[in-house]
């Protein structure tokens, strides 16, 4: 993931809470800086995902590595 060139996005769609782009960004997240990851869903798991990804890596909320759609 770390050898992907800069701005790539990852999306992940059917996402749930992204576990699967938590760990993916995660991995990632010092290594390649620009890397994004979208986790699309419905309504219902992306609101369980906004504390997912509080808990998990809240930095990437701040800064907006990750996009909850």
Same mark, same amino acid.
């Given at each position: ?6 701005? =790539?996005?990852?999306? *992940? ?5 992204? !576990?699967?782009? +938590? ?13 994004? =990851?979208?986790?699309? *869903? ?5 609101? !369980?995902?906004? +504390? ?18």
């Amino acid at each position: 993931w770390e050898a992907l060139p800069p701005n =790539t996005i990852f999306v *992940d769609v059917g996402s749930a809470q992204g !576990s699967v782009a +938590l760990h993916v960004l995660r991995h990632v997240y010092a290594k390649n800086p620009t890397f994004k =990851t979208f986790c699309q *869903d419905l309504e219902g798991p992306i609101q !369980s995902a906004r +504390l997912f990804w509080q808990d998990g890596l809240p930095e990437a909320l701040a800064d907006g590595r990750v996009e909850l759609q």
